[in-house]
């Protein structure tokens, strides 16, 4: 070839001259590894075998074994230590089977995988039940008098025994939550919507509280209802304008009856303001007349005692003083004929029955 002529030796275009180089000045048989080549792989896995002799015991074959034993053991010892946090309570089971003790919070081992253990948490927690107005039909129920109400209520609980809230029902929550809308409604559905609506929730609420811890005591759940909360009561959205017709006119009727009782208690106050000035000028009536007949027959028994001493004399004084009495009020003019006669005398008849002024000119 013309390159071949060119290098003299047999060689190749870069001027190597054995039929043994390369491209890159060197022969396909050089050993790797040297300076200025590749590092070679197998005497890197080489070496690190022989390391590994000195430091496992057994060498490599048999020390594998004990590596793997050992994250065997620090998966065992991993999955055996737990931690209780305060609000929790830990329940230990051999084979599926709960022990008597409960772990308290802390730090706990346990026989892992012989031995498992379930958390529960046993603080207050809040279960909602139903839906607000207009987003869910969960809370729709039908009061004593025949209306429905949409009811959303929530239900704040504990945990009391761990043991009875993992075993004894499957579902607590959903248990809960069942119970709960139940003994809703049956309390609901014997009073009239009123009564939810406004006046008497506080009642409802303590009733729907005991119902639903009497039901959870009966399944054994470990569960202590604490609070019912009545969040909102409403009437379903359908019906909801005519519900607040009814409402107004209810208020109206209030108002209307607040009138009337006010004008009443005027109305019944003046009565009784003139009652009693009625019965006060009565009594006083009566004291009066009382006390005149009193003195008329405490002077009658005077009179008469006078009479029972001197009775011809007596009966003179009564007479005279009767007749001035009677005659006192008469505007006759009487005349004696012994002393009238020939005399014409003046009598003043218009001044007659005036009285006298005291100190005046007889």
Not at 26 to 32: A, D, T, V
Not at 102 to 127: A, C, D, N, R
Not at 193 to 207: E, H, L, T, V, Y
Not at 249 to 271: I, K, P, S
């Amino acid at each position: 070839m013309p390159w071949s002529n060119q290098n003299g030796g047999g060689g190749g275009p870069w001027g190597g001259g054995g039929g043994n180089q390369g491209p890159w000045g060197q022969g396909p048989n050089r050993p790797r590894g040297g300076r200025g080549g590749p590092p070679d792989l197998e005497e890197i896995i080489r070496r690190g075998q022989d390391q590994l002799k000195n430091v496992v015991p057994g060498g490599f074959n048999g020390g594998i074994f004990v590596i793997v034993g050992l994250l065997v053991l620090g998966f065992i010892l991993l999955n055996s230590i737990y931690t209780v946090q305060p609000d929790e309570r830990g329940v230990e089971m051999r084979f599926g089977k709960p022990k008597e003790e409960i772990s308290m919070p802390g730090l706990h081992y346990h026989f892992w995988p012989l031995e498992t253990v379930e958390i529960v948490k046993v603080t207050e927690q809040q279960q909602n039940i139903g839906g607000r107005t207009g987003q869910s039909n969960a809370g729709l129920m039908l009061s004593g008098d025949q209306n429905i109400v949409n009811v959303q209520f929530s239900v704040l609980y504990s945990v009391t025994d761990p043991k009875a809230y993992l075993f004894n029902v499957e579902n607590p929550a959903d248990t809960l939550q069942q119970v709960a809308e139940s003994a809703m409604r049956e309390v609901v559905g014997r009073r009239p919507a009123q009564d939810i609506f406004r006046d008497n929730r506080q009642a409802i609420a303590a009733d729907v509280k005991n119902t639903i811890q009497a039901t959870m005591d009966t399944y054994g759940a470990g569960i202590s209802v604490n609070t019912v909360a009545i969040e909102d009561a409403a009437p379903p959205r359908e019906v909801a304008d005519a519900f607040d017709e009814v409402q107004r006119a209810e208020q109206d009727e209030d108002r209307f009856v607040e009138e009337a009782n006010q004008y009443a208690n005027q109305v019944l106050g003046r009565a009784r303001g003139q009652g009693a000035q009625i019965r006060e000028e009565a009594a006083a009536y009566k004291d009066r007349v009382v006390k005149e007949a009193q003195g008329e027959a405490q002077r009658f028994i005077s009179v008469y005692d006078e009479y029972s001493k001197a009775p011809e004399v007596t009966r003179k004084r009564l007479y005279i003083e009767t007749l001035q009495g009677v005659l006192g009020r008469s505007k006759k003019v009487i005349l004696d004929e012994k002393n009238g006669q020939g005399v014409l005398p003046y009598l003043p008849l218009n001044e007659i029955g005036r009285p006298v002024q005291s100190g005046g000119n007889q």
